[in-house]
């Protein structure tokens, strides 16, 4: 049997982060990382549409506002913050930029630098690939994995449920379940959602890049986001309809109707007046009518929604409500929402370990002694924007000082 003092399972942002902080905190001790992938950190690679957008500068300032069980996020933001993020990856080497959004990538804009870095700073760790976890046994001594390693403090960072092709199959649940820890009820999150075909399909390709949308159910508000939102033929896709999803997910009910709301272009408020002036002059056909506002296809579903679209009248024949009809489509673009693509194609799980059940300040369980958690794994999740990673590094540095006071 193997025996090690520290054993991380899961070989990604989080596993690596602890891994590399507990190896220079206590180079005395003997470190390992299990990883069931062939290699390890293949889910860094396909964040940020590979650029790795690795952390946010507003990830404290608003961490009760962005994140499921904010409380216990902010405590451990606080014990490890932004600042102490990137102080880490200065040390491997590792330059940094902020875009006007407050996203931080590598100087590089490539995930490869990121996990390349990670991978430089693993000499003197033993790195396990091709291995699952699937049983641990906790003696008084440690703890006993798979029968065949044996190690006396145990980190899981064995991520979430979310895009299982990259390593994370929600396997991490049932052993954390083992060890005598409640898992709570598992969502899709920062996923697309699947939305009426009669609607979607006309518009595949159109992206609006700067829209509001809100999702309903029986007219009662459940969640919202702005930013950029893609139509595909069989449902709402970009970064604005991802972050409502875990609220489609949490809501849904049999029978219950569920629409999404959009605001096509939130940020004019004299459209009437715009669209006025357009039919006096009747220089464009209801075709073009929007296309000063939204893309072609989008408006002639707009004109189809409020039943004016017309190839053969005349847009001078529109009328003051035919127009206030129009702006308040616009504002209130409707789509019956159907579900979520799942958690094969979510970039997150919403839901894991019950925050109670861990101490923030050292992310060590309250209820299996020498256990850590860090990461995904956790029932704790963000929106996209680098928020999900911040989590993940903050907590990964905060397990691997192994309940000390460390870096």
């Avoid at 804009?109 to 699937?134: C, E, K, P």
Wanted: with cysteine.
């Amino acid at each position: 049997m193997k025996k090690y003092d520290v054993i991380i399972i899961g070989g990604c942002a989080s596993g690596l982060a602890a891994a590399i902080n507990a190896h220079r905190i206590y180079p005395e001790l003997s470190v390992a990382v299990i990883e069931k992938l062939p290699r390890v950190g293949k889910k860094i690679l396909a964040t940020g549409n590979g650029r790795c957008n690795l952390s946010n500068e507003q990830a404290e300032k608003f961490v009760y506002h962005i994140y499921t069980n904010d409380g216990f996020a902010a405590k451990v933001l606080k014990k490890c913050s932004v600042k102490n993020t990137l102080v880490f990856f200065s040390s491997l080497g590792l330059k940094t930029y902020t875009d006007g959004e407050g996203r931080i990538y590598p100087l590089s804009n490539t995930a490869a630098s990121v996990l390349d870095a990670l991978r430089a700073h693993l000499d003197g760790i033993d790195i396990i690939t091709g291995v699952a976890v699937n049983e641990i046994k906790k003696q008084k001594s440690g703890f006993v994995l798979n029968g065949e390693y044996r190690c006396e403090k145990l980190i899981m960072a064995a991520g979430g449920k979310a895009s299982p092709s990259q390593g994370s199959d929600g396997s991490g649940y049932a052993l954390a379940g083992g060890l005598g820890h409640t898992v709570t009820k598992l969502y899709p999150a920062l996923v697309p959602l699947t939305a009426d075909p009669a609607v979607t399909k006309p518009l595949k390709g159109v992206r609006i890049h700067k829209a509001k949308i809100g999702l309903y159910k029986n007219e009662e508000l459940i969640g919202s986001s702005d930013g950029e939102i893609l139509f595909t033929d069989g449902g709402i896709s970009g970064i604005a309809a991802m972050e409502t999803a875990s609220a489609f997910e949490r809501n849904k009910e049999k029978g219950a109707d569920i629409y999404a709301s959009i605001d096509l272009v939130p940020d004019i408020d004299d459209i009437g007046v715009f669209l006025a002036a357009l039919c006096r002059e009747n220089k464009r056909d209801f075709d073009t009518l929007l296309t000063g506002l939204m893309p072609k296809a989008a408006g002639i579903a707009v004109l189809k929604a409020c039943g004016l679209y017309s190839a053969s009248k005349s847009i001078d024949e529109l009328k003051k409500k035919d127009i206030e009809n129009i702006v308040n489509t616009i504002h209130n673009f409707r789509i019956k929402v159907t579900g979520t693509k799942g958690f094969a194609n979510a970039q997150v799980t919403s839901g894991g370990v019950s925050v109670k059940e861990i101490n923030p300040a050292t992310m060590e369980s309250r209820i299996c002694e020498n256990l850590f958690f860090a990461g995904e794994i956790i029932d704790v999740d963000g929106p996209c924007g680098g928020f999900n990673l911040q989590w993940a590094w903050s907590s990964g540095l905060i397990a691997g000082r192994l309940g000390g006071n460390g870096k």
